[in-house]
């Protein structure tokens, strides 16, 4: 994951992060984008706006990411 703009929700996660993706869209990048992802082209992986977050990948089977992710969102 590549880190486009801070954010309480991404606070531990890093550039260069991993995360589990399952399945075949991809929002595309813009000025909703929390980080993003390239495979094949680059796509939104953490979206927020206003008080609306999403993540385009799987917290729950991305590891440490994934529990921190969680965290992040419990603690907003």
Not at 23 to 48: E, K, M, N, Q, W
Not at 57 to 64: D, I, M, T, V, Y
């Amino acid at each position: 994951m590549q880190v486009e703009r801070a954010s309480p929700l991404l606070a531990g996660i890093e550039d260069g992060a991993f995360a589990y993706f399952v399945h075949s869209y991809a929002a595309p990048v813009g000025d909703y984008t929390l980080a993003s992802c390239d495979y094949g082209g680059a796509f939104s992986a953490i979206v927020r706006r206003d008080n609306f977050h999403g993540a385009q990948f799987h917290p729950e089977r991305s590891a440490a990411i994934g529990a921190r992710l969680l965290q992040n969102f419990i603690a907003l």
